[in-house]
């Protein structure tokens, strides 16, 4: 093979391997209707910590989940178990659930198998309304805090307030 062509083989090599991993590495798919997210009522608590989100204090709340996990999510090609749960809370409302997925397969001779590695499951209620129509697929987990719960006291990093006046 001539110079030049395997040069035009390696970056068309290396754009196709740049559109799969673009297609594996950041969702964002939308359904009106709401997607169908896992239930944490009654699930055990693991962990209640504050984090920042967008600048803003939001409650992140994991769960345990029980073995086998019961939360699968099935898209075209795409089947996975979730291995980890979240909530996360604003102004007293939960508006994401998201978590840790691995994909697998079934096999009529083998049952169940597991392959490729996880991913990040994320869903928002961006408009309040009780549905999650925002479904975000990533490598690690991305959450972003709806425009309608960025409340002023929630702020984490704020303008200092300006310094008190002396009397007299």
């Given amino acids: 093979m001539r110079p030049g062509k395997q040069i035009f083989a390696l970056v068309l090599i290396a754009v196709i391997a740049g559109d799969a991993y ?14 169908k997210v896992p239930n944490v009522a009654g699930l055990k608590v ?23 996990a019961p939360f699968t999510f099935s898209r075209p090609n795409t089947k996975c178990e979730f291995k980890s749960i979240s909530t996360y809370v ?20 083998h049952g169940k198998f597991y392959f490729g590695g996880k991913g990040n499951f994320s869903f928002f209620d961006e408009d309040g309304d009780g549905k999650f129509e925002t479904l975000i ?5 991305m959450v972003f805090l709806p425009e309608r719960l960025r409340r002023p006291a929630d702020l984490i990093f704020r303008e200092p307030p300006p310094p008190a006046k002396k009397p007299g």
């Fill in 137 to 141: 697929r990533s490598g690690f987990p």
């Fill in 22 to 35: 673009a297609q594996d590495g950041f969702t964002k798919s939308l359904k009106p209707s709401g997607w």
């Fill in 46 to 68: 693991l962990d209640e910590k504050s984090i920042a989100v967008d600048g803003y204090r939001v409650k992140q709340i994991s769960y345990k989940l029980p073995d086998p």
């Fill in 90 to 109: 604003a102004a007293g409302e939960v508006f994401a659930i998201g978590g840790d997925c691995v994909q697998f397969g079934t096999d009529p001779r």
